[in-house]
């Protein structure tokens, strides 16, 4: 998917609000990250690892896109949730990443209330996209810490956390971990 067309942040900022949002697809977004030629400070200085969770940084925010990047200890995983109706791609920085898919099971009564479907274990430069309506869990499975980097279009606010021990669904506000620092 990546070519050896490179396109600077800024670049990227004016292809994304160039990119109608009707067309937007997991394939274009991928196409445009993947080019992407993301300076390797802005990353090193928004990797915060913490022992209690995953950290979310904002490195960009505009009404067509949100652009973060995590820290994931070993064994730290976010919960399952979809996007509520933004689309996303992830590459991974440093590190193996674990991505699962998930379904909603079709008996509404059914508990868990989703199945797994499948799940990759991703590399340096790898993506894993999450297509609108798709639910997904991302972890770091391995011994060594792990960063990536998120693209969500539309920006990313909230999101519904599927709890399969119990069998509900929770809509949540996505909290950003340096914005939140100065809310």
């Known amino acids: 998917m990546v070519t050896s067309d490179r ?4 670049n990227f900022v004016l292809e994304m609000m160039h990119l109608p949002q009707k067309s937007a697809s997991v394939e274009s977004l991928l196409q445009l990250f993947g080019n992407l030629d993301l300076s390797e400070q802005i990353i090193e200085e928004n990797i915060h690892f913490q022992a ?8 960009c925010r505009t009404p067509r896109f949100d652009m973060l990047v ?11 949730h979809d996007h509520s109706g ?7 920085h440093r590190g193996e990443l674990t991505s699962r898919l998930f379904a909603k099971n079709q008996d509404p009564d059914a508990n868990p209330i989703v199945r797994l479907i499948s799940e990759r274990r ?3 430069h790898q993506f894993a996209p999450v297509d609108l309506g798709e639910i997904h869990q991302l972890a770091n499975t391995s011994a060594a810490p792990l960063v990536t980097v998120h693209l969500y279009a539309k920006p990313l606010s909230t999101m519904n956390v599927f709890h399969p021990e119990t069998g509900t669904t ?6 950003y971990s340096l914005e939140d620092d100065f809310a």
């Open 170 to 175: 929770e809509r949540v506000t996505v909290r």
């Open 122 to 124: 991703l590399g340096i």
């Open 86 to 92: 933004s689309l996303s791609v992830v590459r991974v």
């Open 52 to 59: 209690s969770q995953y950290t979310r940084h904002l490195i």
């Open 7 to 10: 396109i600077s942040l800024e």
């Open 70 to 80: 995590l820290s994931w200890l070993p064994g730290q995983a976010s919960s399952i």
